[in-house]
């Protein structure tokens, strides 16, 4: 049998290699053909830890044919691969984080300008993990007014889900180390405890995945995003999704709030 990747794990943004439940064991997905209809435009995807953001993303950018913009990755991809190093802003970047420093917001912002040059973003795209801040929010929707004609502003949809219910899925989460199957032995068990149904192993957990660092985890989420969320909604550009419901409902409410957000910007 071959081993593959989670799809999600290119979404994960700045978190490597944490995501959240799947429903994609064993299996490869059959991915409809993208609605071109529509242009969601700029959609920035708010999720505390184990709201399944990940996937939601994957979805939106499965439906859409837009792309995912995820700072993470940008960086990862200038750390790792030296074709993206040959601008000065890549190569300043991949200096500090070779040096164990963080990329500060102005150097952070022109890479994400640079980015969104590419043409695959003109219907729009899915932000991840940008911005995080009030600074960075300010800064794109200037960037965005001054840099394209008729581009829609960002509109920001938060996923929302009960306290309980996040930690079920965090502290529930089991992982194949051959197929690398993601189970949760509350909502998406295993056959036989413990086993992963594809070819037998042993499941493992996260040393990380507990109730502690999930409840500190949340707080600092909270407090990351609250003045970005309030920027967003004292513009008019923000909703709510509720996240305590199964993948295909928490995405066609997430689809909801956008055609809403985008209809009311035409009224
Ligand atoms: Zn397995």
Redesign the pocket.
């Known amino acids: 049998m071959t081993a593959s990747l989670p799809r999600v794990a290119g979404f994960a943004g700045a978190e490597v290699g944490r995501h959240d439940t799947l429903t994609t064991n064993c299996t490869s997905d059959t991915t409809a053909p993208a609605d071109l209809s529509f242009s969601p435009g700029p959609v920035l995807l708010l999720g505390a830890p184990g709201v399944g953001k990940g996937t939601q993303a994957q979805l939106l950018v499965a439906k859409h044919g837009i792309p995912q913009i995820s700072t993470g990755d940008i960086l990862r991809a200038i750390r790792n691969d030296p074709s993206k190093v040959q601008t000065p802003e890549g190569s300043e970047a991949k200096r500090l984080m070779d040096q164990g420093l963080l990329v500060p917001d102005d150097l952070v912002n022109k890479l994400v300008s640079k980015r969104l040059t590419e043409p695959d973003t003109a219907r729009g795209f899915i932000l991840d993990g940008f911005p995080r801040t009030l600074p960075q929010a300010e800064w794109l929707d200037r960037h965005l007014v001054s840099n394209s004609n008729g581009t829609l502003p960002v509109v920001a949809i938060s996923i929302v889900a009960a306290y309980d219910q996040l930690a079920r899925r965090i502290t529930g989460r089991r992982t ?1 180390p ?4 993601i189970y949760n032995i509350y909502t998406n068990p295993p056959k036989v405890d413990g086993i ?4 037998g ?1 042993a499941l493992t957990q996260r040393s990380d995945d507990t109730e502690s660092v999930f409840t500190e985890r949340l707080k600092t989420f909270e407090e990351q995003t609250a003045p970005v969320v309030a920027h967003y909604r004292a513009l008019g550009r923000f909703e709510e999704a509720d996240g305590d419901q199964d993948v295909d409902a928490v995405n066609a409410a997430i689809e909801k709030a956008l055609v809403h957000l985008r209809n009311g910007q035409l009224g």
């Open positions: 194949c051959v197929c690398r199957s992963c149904d594809c070819e192993a």
